[in-house]
């Protein structure tokens, strides 16, 4: 089994930065794929940005240049950042991070609210 546990959201003013980290716990599957999705009230759940563990990274259109994702991997867990730099109210959302293992299953962890006002 693993457990995805994430922390570092909160309320933001538009154009500061937050960062979202993901600690990813498994002592039987190795993740291959870890990343973030978000979602919006009233909008389906889309993919903000992917690193996989070599640190090939995919990012969305709509965060491309604002957002980086990072990782770190060790023998007990693996662990991914997404520094979101120049927030923009339209970031708003729960984010969501995902581990894929080498057989391709899915886990999520529980969501951090990310919240863009001023």
């Known amino acids: 089994q693993v457990q995805l546990v994430e922390s570092g959201g909160g309320l933001v003013q538009p154009g500061t930065s937050l960062r979202l980290t993901c600690v990813a716990s498994?002592?039987?599957?190795?993740?291959?794929?870890m990343g973030w999705y978000r979602q919006a009230p009233g909008k389906q759940r889309e993919l903000v940005a992917t690193i996989t563990r070599s640190g090939s990274t995919n990012y969305s259109d709509s965060v491309k240049g604002r957002f980086t994702i990072s990782r770190d991997n060790d023998k007990e867990k693996d662990t991914v950042f997404l520094q979101m730099d120049s927030l923009k109210p339209e970031d708003t959302a729960v984010y969501y991070c995902i581990g894929i293992d080498y057989a391709e299953n899915n886990y999520w962890g529980q969501g951090t609210q990310v919240t863009v006002s001023s």
């Open positions: 498994s002592r039987m599957f190795t993740i291959h794929v």
